[in-house]
């Protein structure tokens, strides 16, 4: 099994299932990118080909960062300090979305998590 498919346990199942809307944020494209480029993420191609290719196999759509989410992120409280994190938790506050994740840290902030 896939080291990021045993992580995400039955969170796999729910991404997968045509039934569920799924939205790519811009900010976790942004993160793809950075980490890819530091050698900190080892993809199989480079992070723009590897993110278009993965969203439009899966039917995914992006959600681009607007000025209101940034902005609610000062409303948010300082539980830790990565940025990008916390404006995913923005996004799903103002977008009615739930965020799909395996980290915990997202429950500090939000009960709208999907987890494995």
Same mark, same amino acid.
């Given at each position: 099994?896939?080291?990021?498919?045993?992580? *995400?346990?039955?969170?796999?199942?729910? *991404?997968?299932?045509? @039934?569920? @809307?799924?939205?790519?944020?811009?900010?976790?494209? %942004?993160?793809?990118?950075?980490?890819?480029? *530091?050698?900190? *993420?080892?993809?199989? &191609?480079?992070?723009?080909?590897?993110?278009?290719?993965?969203?439009?196999?899966?039917? =995914?759509?992006?959600?681009? $960062? &607007?000025? =209101?989410?940034?902005?609610?992120?000062?409303?948010?409280?300082? !539980? !830790?300090?990565?940025?990008?994190?916390?404006?995913?938790?923005?996004?799903? &506050?103002? @977008?009615?979305?739930?965020?799909?994740?395996?980290?915990?840290?997202?429950? %500090?902030?939000?009960?709208? $998590?999907?987890?494995?």
């Amino acid at each position: 099994m896939h080291a990021a498919s045993s992580r *995400l346990g039955g969170l796999a199942a729910y *991404l997968t299932n045509p @039934e569920h @809307e799924l939205f790519l944020s811009a900010a976790s494209s %942004w993160e793809i990118a950075i980490k890819s480029n *530091l050698g900190k *993420l080892r993809l199989p &191609e480079g992070a723009s080909d590897y993110v278009k290719s993965r969203m439009a196999d899966g039917g =995914v759509t992006g959600l681009p $960062i &607007e000025h =209101v989410h940034a902005l609610f992120v000062d409303r948010l409280p300082r !539980h !830790h300090r990565d940025p990008f994190d916390r404006l995913l938790v923005a996004q799903a &506050e103002l @977008e009615d979305l739930s965020l799909a994740t395996a980290d915990p840290i997202f429950g %500090w902030y939000t009960d709208r $998590i999907i987890s494995p």
